[in-house]
């Protein structure tokens, strides 16, 4: 999440059987949620600006999103906007020429009748 933005109003709403994390700066976002035909919108006044990250924490401990689905949401939401750790690439380095072992001349090898074995 790369941007600065704050909000002072967050909660979750359904969207065509989907819930998802909303963030708002007003409460009167609820009309605007209703209006494009989200169902069971639970928005709360948070106390102070917050980001996005910081905002679905704070959502998590209070008393009105402590059901099955709203603890979901949210825990998806911030499972899939945490910071990834980076993983490093491992670094190729020059390949060193291995060593070949020398060839001795062929012998030809004719059987004994007189051989051991």
Known sequence: MATDKTFSVAGISKLNGN???RFANDVMRIKV????GHEDIRLADLEGEFTKMAAAQALLGLDEFQDAIAQSTITEYIEDNSPKAKVSKPV?????KTPVAKTTKAVK???DEDAPF
């Open 109 to 111: 090898v004719t059987e």
């Open 33 to 36: 949620l209703a209006k494009s």
């Open 19 to 21: 819930y998802k994390v």
């Open 92 to 96: 190729a380095t020059k390949a060193t």
